[in-house]
T-cell receptor, first 118, second 111 residues
Framework: GAVVSQHPSWVICKSGTSVKIECRSL??????MFWYRQFPKQSLMLMAT?????????EQGVEKDKFLINHASLTLSTLTVTSAHPEDSSFYIC??????????????FGPGTRLTVL | DAKTTQPTSMDCAEGRAANLPCNHS???????VYWYRQIHSQGPQYIIH???NNETNEMASLIITEDRKSSTLILPHATLRDTAVYYC????????????FGQGTTLQVKP
């Protein structure tokens, strides 16, 4: 149990286009989902926290109009990178938390999505 | 959330125990110590967490000092597949608590 998937696993797009990344909790209901970004040789940086049915809470310095987050159901959250530019190229990782799964209410992470903007 | 301090890197021989230290001297009473690891180009994997008692599961043991200002993650018999970045994170127990990642310790298990 406690499986989180992401789709796609990697994506290459042209500068100026928008890219949508999906995060799904496969075997539990995620009341809270988190989005992180990771640049090469750096640690994970929390971008935003989203609760099902509510607007996402963004960390300081993260542009909410550029990184659109939707958490419309208890098993799906999406991150849309709008008007992507090369500096948005990164590894995007989601995590999910909800209730008690495997005896813990911890966050479980997806495998990540590698975004490359040309 | 309290800040943690970990060594940048460590080596361990395959089959031996890997002991990864973490300092969290400003931890407060309602904060737990969590350990995650990230194998290259994958999402982080939950290992273990604890409040004040030592904890053990199928992956590792967590030893927390009595004053809770530091802890040690122990991988009893390290394998090559345990090579990863290990993150020690302190987080409040509330449902709104966030996992904030530091730089972690890069553990290299060598044959």
């Amino acid at each position: 149990g406690a499986v989180v998937s992401q789709h796609p696993s990697w994506v290459i797009c042209k500068s100026g286009t928008s890219v949508k990344i999906e995060c799904r909790s496969l075997d539990f209901q995620a009341t809270t989902m988190f989005w992180y970004r990771q640049f090469p040789k750096q640690s994970l940086m929390l971008m935003a926290t989203s609760n099902e049915g509510s607007k996402a809470t963004y960390e300081q310095g993260v542009e909410k109009d550029k990184f659109l987050i939707n958490h419309a159901s208890l098993t799906l959250s999406t991150l849309t990178v709008t008007s992507a530019h090369p500096e948005d190229s990164s590894f995007y990782i989601c995590s999910a938390r909800g209730g008690w799964v495997r005896g813990t209410n911890e966050q479980f992470f997806g495998p990540g999505t590698r975004l490359t903007v040309l | 959330d309290a800040k943690t301090t970990q060594p940048t890197s460590m080596d361990c021989a395959e089959g031996r125990a890997a002991n990864l230290p973490c300092n969290h001297s400003t931890i407060s009473g309602n904060e737990y110590v969590y350990w995650y690891r990230q194998i290259h180009s994958q999402g982080p994997q939950y290992i273990i967490h604890g409040l004040k008692n030592n904890e053990t599961n199928e992956m590792a043991s967590l030893i927390i000092t009595e004053d809770r200002k530091s802890s040690t993650l122990i991988l009893p018999h390290a394998t090559l597949r345990d090579t990863a970045v290990y993150y020690c994170i302190v987080r409040a127990s509330s449902n709104t608590g966030k996992l904030i990642f530091g730089q972690g310790t890069t553990l290299q298990v060598k044959p």
